[in-house]
């Protein structure tokens, strides 16, 4: 059973950056392919970006390419997400989330299969 936990939210303001850290466990991080979700207060969970085990490919929501990378480091066990530019519509709890499988940008928002972080808040004031 993966085990998910996320870190680095926090108040930025509009221009501002910040780092996303979500630190796995339970399972070999390599085989895992990682993401990141967002859901903004009375909105939908979206996608933000995943990752696949080695890194060598990630994929990104349309909307946020250039603003926002991700990464990982796998001697950590950790998946990054830097977020750059911030905006205020970019406030919204985010959430990492792993999975077995490679989804790119199709990953199911709530797939019971998959692990999911308790998710982080981000904040970002105009």
């Known amino acids: 059973q993966v085990q998910l936990v996320e870190s680095g939210g926090g108040l930025v303001q509009a221009g501002g950056s910040l780092r996303l850290s979500c630190s796995a466990s339970?399972?070999?991080?390599?085989?895992?392919?990682m993401g990141w979700f967002r859901q903004a207060p009375g909105k939908e969970r979206e996608f933000v970006a995943a990752?696949?085990?080695?890194?060598?490919?990630?994929q990104y929501a349309n909307s946020l390419k250039g603003r926002f990378t991700i990464s990982r480091d796998n001697a950590k066990n950790t998946v990054y997400l830097q977020m750059n530019s911030l905006k205020p519509e970019d406030t919204a709890i985010y959430y990492c989330?792993?999975?077995?499988?490679?989804?790119?940008?199709?990953?199911?928002?709530?797939?019971?299969?998959?692990?999911w972080g308790q998710g982080t808040l981000v904040t970002v004031s105009s």
């Open positions: 989330a792993a999975s077995l499988r490679w989804y790119g940008s199709f990953w199911p928002s709530a797939n019971a299969d998959d692990a």
């Open positions: 990752i696949t085990g080695s890194g060598g490919n990630s």
């Open positions: 339970g399972r070999t991080f390599t085989s895992l392919a």
